[in-house]
C-alpha cells in the first residue's frame, strides 16, 4: 500500500500535468494559428497542431537546485534551448533562472501567480525561425534552494515535425532524428548544436 504522502504527491502531480498540458496545447494551437492564418483560409490546412503530442509523449520535471555558496552555476542549469514544441514553466520566488537577449543574459523575475512559456527547437523549426527558441539557464542561490515545475510539450519519436510553410530553411526530420542528433553532437562537441544541425 502507498504511504499517503506519495499518494497525495501522485494525485497533485497528476492535476498539475494535466492542467499544463492543456495550456501548453491552447498556446502552441493560438500561436500555430497566428502563422497559417485563418483556419478556412484557402490553401491552408490548419492540422490539430502539435501532431503526435499526447500524455505518453510530454513529460513534467520537477526540479530542485540545491543552495551553492561557491559559484552560482555549479549546481544549477547550464545554457541550453528546450528540445519540444514550448514549455510551460513554474518557479517559486527565489529566482535564479536567465534568458539570453541581445547577446545578454537577462534575469527572469519570479511574478506571483505567474508562468513561464518558452519556445523550444521543434516550434523555431515548424514556423521556419519566426519564433525563436530562447537560450536559457538557472544560477542557483547562494543560501536558499530553488524549486520549478516544468512540462515540455513533445511528439513521438516518430513524428514528423514539418512546417508552416514552404519553403524552409530545414530539411525534414522527426522528433526521434532530432533527438538522437542532439545526443551524438553533445558527445562529439561537448555541446547541444541542435538546429543548426538540420539547416539545408
Ligand atoms: C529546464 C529548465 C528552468 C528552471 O528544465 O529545461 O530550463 O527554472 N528549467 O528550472
Ligand atoms: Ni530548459
Redesign the pocket.
Known amino acids: 500500500m502507498l504511504c499517503p504522502r506519495v499518494v497525495a504527491y501522485r494525485d497533485v502531480t497528476r492535476e498539475v500535468a494535466s492542467a499544463m498540458s492543456k495550456l501548453a496545447s491552447t498556446l502552441a494551437g493560438v500561436l500555430a494559428e497566428a502563422l497559417l492564418g485563418h483556419k478556412n483560409a484557402p490553401g491552408v490546412e490548419r492540422e490539430r497542431f502539435p501532431e503526435g503530442c499526447d500524455e505518453t509523449t510530454c513529460f513534467l520535471?520537477l526540479?530542485r537546485?540545491p543552495p551553492c555558496p561557491l559559484l552560482p552555476d555549479t549546481f544549477g542549469?547550464v545554457p541550453?534551448t528546450?528540445s519540444d514544441f514550448l514549455?510551460v514553466?513554474c518557479?517559486d520566488q527565489v529566482g535564479?533562472?536567465q534568458l539570453m537577449k541581445d547577446s545578454r543574459w537577462l534575469a527572469?523575475k519570479p511574478i506571483p501567480g505567474a508562468l513561464?512559456v518558452?519556445i523550444g527547437d521543434l516550434f523555431q523549426a515548424w514556423s521556419n525561425n519566426r519564433y525563436k527558441s530562447v537560450e536559457?539557464?538557472?544560477m542557483t542561490n547562494a543560501t536558499t534552494e530553488?524549486?520549478?515545475?516544468?512540462y515540455?510539450l513533445c511528439p513521438s519519436y516518430d513524428s514528423p515535425i514539418g512546417t508552416c510553410r514552404e519553403p524552409t530553411p530545414y530539411m525534414p526530420f522527426t522528433f526521434g532524428e532530432y533527438r538522437r542528433k542532439v545526443q551524438e553532437d553533445v558527445k562529439r562537441t561537448g555541446k547541444k548544436v541542435g538546429l543548426p544541425s538540420f539547416l539545408v
Open positions: 520535471r526540479n537546485y542549469l541550453h528546450d514549455t514553466l518557479q535564479g533562472l527572469v513561464i518558452n536559457h539557464k538557472v530553488r524549486y520549478s515545475v516544468a515540455f
